[in-house]
């Protein structure tokens, strides 16, 4: 398994933007990572996702055209771009891997994911 740590969360205005962080050890071009969050009382949802190669992702209905997501294996760190964030966006955000076999693989099952970081909080004010 890979250990996974998040950073950049924090308090944004609505319409504002934030950049987080998943920073991992071990390999991460062996893994297929996703962003989750949860809100309080919501179960966790998967928000978007991306192959190991980078060349797919996934993306939720309620952050397409807001969200990006992007990987840096050499870095072995995966990024979650967030604009026009909206109060609705408020949740603690996790990331998350699944060890794949295939380049374009995008897993989109959140039993599917086996390693999980600690999560970071992102609140967006009305």
């Known amino acids: 398994q890979v250990q996974l740590v998040e950073s950049g969360g924090g308090l944004v205005q609505a319409g504002g933007s934030l950049r987080l962080s998943c920073a991992a050890s071990?390999?991460?071009?062996?893994?297929?990572m996703g962003w989750f969050r949860q809100a309080p009382g919501k179960e966790r949802e998967l928000v978007t996702a991306?192959?190991?190669?980078?060349?797919?992702?996934f993306y939720a209905d309620s952050v397409k055209g807001r969200i990006t997501i992007s990987r840096d294996n050499a870095k072995n760190t995966v990024y979650l771009q967030m604009n026009s964030l909206r109060p609705e966006d408020t949740a603690v955000y996790y990331c998350?891997?699944?060890?794949?076999?295939?380049?374009?693989?995008?897993?989109?099952?959140?039993?599917?994911?086996?390693?999980w970081g600690q999560g970071t909080q992102v609140t967006v004010s009305s």
């Open positions: 991306i192959s190991r190669s980078g060349g797919s992702t």
């Open positions: 998350a891997a699944d060890r794949v076999y295939t380049d374009s693989y995008v897993p989109i099952r959140r039993v599917q994911y086996e390693s």
């Open positions: 071990g390999t991460l071009s062996n893994y297929a």
